[in-house]
């Protein structure tokens, strides 16, 4: 069973970093793109950055400069490094997996920042 478990959320002030980790199992990763959205409340959920197979990354306008997505396929693992947080920047942060007609989520990880 496909499982992406997210990690390394919190509360943190603003200006400050977090690094998620989502950690995948049961899926030829290497071949999957990655990505990382995220919910606010009463918000839709929206894409935050997306790292392709090839290792190519692209970012919402918002976080471009303060986050950044990488990935270790022998650790079938993505990562969002997030900086200069904001309060803005609360919500729950979900890891997805595209593949072809295949695709996964991961339960979620609630990061806040207070102002």
């Known amino acids: 069973q496909v499982q992406l478990v997210e990690s390394g959320g919190g509360l943190v002030q603003a200006g400050g970093s977090l690094r998620l980790s989502c950690a995948a199992s049961e899926i030829t990763f290497s071949i999957y793109a990655m990505g990382w959205y995220r919910q606010a409340p009463g918000k839709q959920r929206e894409l935050v950055a997306v790292?392709?197979?090839?290792?190519?990354?692209s970012y919402a306008d918002s976080v471009k400069g303060r986050f950044t997505i990488s990935r270790d396929n022998a650790k079938k693992t993505v990562y969002l490094q997030m900086s200069s947080l904001k309060p803005e920047d609360t919500a729950v942060y979900y890891c997805?997996?595209?593949?072809?007609?295949?695709?996964?989520w991961g339960q979620g990880t609630q990061v806040t920042v207070s102002s």
């Open positions: 997805n997996a595209r593949a072809s007609v295949s695709e996964y």
């Open positions: 790292i392709t197979s090839g290792g190519s990354a």
